[in-house]
């Protein structure tokens, strides 16, 4: 039983129309693409004088390839196409245009084709291209089991059916290619783009998947920071110390057993994750196995050097009888820094039992506040240019703490601190109000400079009672003008409390205040937050940025990303820019903004004072 188009102009148009409605329905959702094309060709015999209908695709080289058939028939009669690699498909996407054939027993065109499908029962096929503008993807055929051609309505509603299939071929197309994006984008995020270990962010989420995992051996951290590798830089080039870095962390994975973790942190920061290990003498064992990988020389053969390295190394452990704490890794650093403090290549044990060791929390905390009383902390500012020309546009304050006896400690580590207290709300008030005095000063000597200041701000700051009424005073103390301050959030923000976060970053842009969403592209729902918050800026991770010299895969996100935010009416600050070639990437690629070591490493207000004076 065939269907036809041709008998009421009327209900054959309502048909269609039906028809077109339930799929462009289906059009913007995830629904499988191979379902979607099966029931299309099932509707097609109902809609028109055919006995079966199929979807062939064709790559390059004319090679078809089946992917849906109305029957058993039809499916017969595509893969014979396929099969013989020749037959009306291969022709319509050749031609671009439709290829009738009303009678296939009489027909010479198809001399392999034609009498294996009439020997089957096929007696005529029609055939539409599947395109989509000047690409060409394929073709739909139609098949009948009795001589005689279409009429001209018929005609026209199979190229419009073979319109739709082309349409949610295309579509499908977009859909995976956006999908492998976001595994790129994904795995950028969570690895490291030069040595392909985890980055920080998947450290911690191993390590707070360890903390919820029973376990009745110890967890332990070894924190591992080559000692005097600055030298290498400037000895032998940065190209060489990336060299170096990937050799490192080739040798230390060595070392870690099925379900341990490697990780590069930072620039010549590893970390390795210990799970279920038995005992304190296990420990000791690694810390040997891992200072012994620094015995042999690194040899480096682009370079044709060998050089002999030492790491300072810094242990942090917790038990199963004992609570295991996102301080972990921060234990691990004091001890590391403990370690280098004596003179590099050695380790230094830490446990998050032991209250006597220096860098156990409570006692950090005590003195973070006492620092913070005395006037201890200081800020130092990152510059952001415009990438067009280099001028300098704006700077990013940034939190210092010299511990008196551990000498400069982490900034990570710093806040971290901050914001397993209520001190984070002290502090950054004392940040946003320093920083704020220190741009007057600079407005005071240089009044035409127009410098916007950012500063970053805490998922806890923002769900603080009052934090929009203490950025408004902050502003009237030091008379900020508030279009110049930029307040920086990350995606961990909405961790606390989404719809309240929202109404406070409102509130503060009904200030006067501009927004940044900081980190962009290390979180999880990245595009949403671009479409319902009052943002005017995003800041495009410096893991990006790193990745442009190892593969294009930098290159391509830092572009989708850009060209996104401009839809958007967003402006771009892209970080971690360290050598021309990254700035003259971002420039290319459109970025508006930049800030990296290219332009300056943190520097003091009073360096930021002459150096506005020199510029």
Known sequence: MTGSLSGSPAVAQSELSLVLSEFARTMLTDFPLQAILDALVQRIVGLLPVSGAGVTLIGEGDSPRYIAASDSRALRFERLQTTLGHGPCVVAHRTNAAVLVPDLGADEQFSAFGPHAVAAGLLAVFTFPLRHGEQRLGALDLYRDKVGPLNDADMVMAQTLADVAAAYLINAQAREQAEASVRRLHHLALHDALTGLPNRTLLQQRLARAAHTPSRGLTVVLFVDLDAFKTVNDTHGHRVGDDLLVAVARRLARLIRPGDTLARIAGDEFVLLYEDVSTNTDIDALAVRVESAFTAPFTLPRAELELTMTASIGIAHAGADSELEDSLIEEADLAMY??????????????????????????????????????????????????????????????????????????????????????????????????????????DTHPDTRLSLSVNVSARQLVAPDYVGSVARVLHRTAMDPTRLILEITENVFLEDSEHVSTVLHDLTALGVRLALDDFGTGFSCLSYLQRLPLSLIKIDQAFTTSIDDTSSGVVIIAAVTDLAHTLGLQVIVEGIETAHHHNEVTTLGCDYAQGYLYSRPTTAAAITTLLATR
Do not use: M, N
């Not at 280098?340 to 220096?358: E, I, M, N, V």
């Not at 510059?383 to 008196?404: F, K, M, N, Q």
């Not at 971290?416 to 007057?440: F, P």
């Open 338 to 443: 403990e370690a280098k403090r004596l003179g590099g290549g050695a380790h230094r044990r830490a446990d998050l039992r032991d209250t006597s060791f220096p860098g156990t929390r409570p006692r950090r905390e005590r003195e973070l506040r006492t620092a913070l009383r005395e006037g201890a902390l200081q800020l130092v500012y990152q510059l952001i240019v415009a990438c067009a020309d280099r001028t300098i546009v704006g700077v990013e304050a940034l939190l210092r703490w010299d511990h008196p006896t551990h000498g400069p400690l982490s900034p990570t580590g710093l806040i971290e601190l901050a914001e397993q207290s209520t001190l984070i709300i002290d502090l950054g008030e004392w940040v946003l109000g320093q920083a704020c005095t220190d741009h007057g000063r600079w407005l």
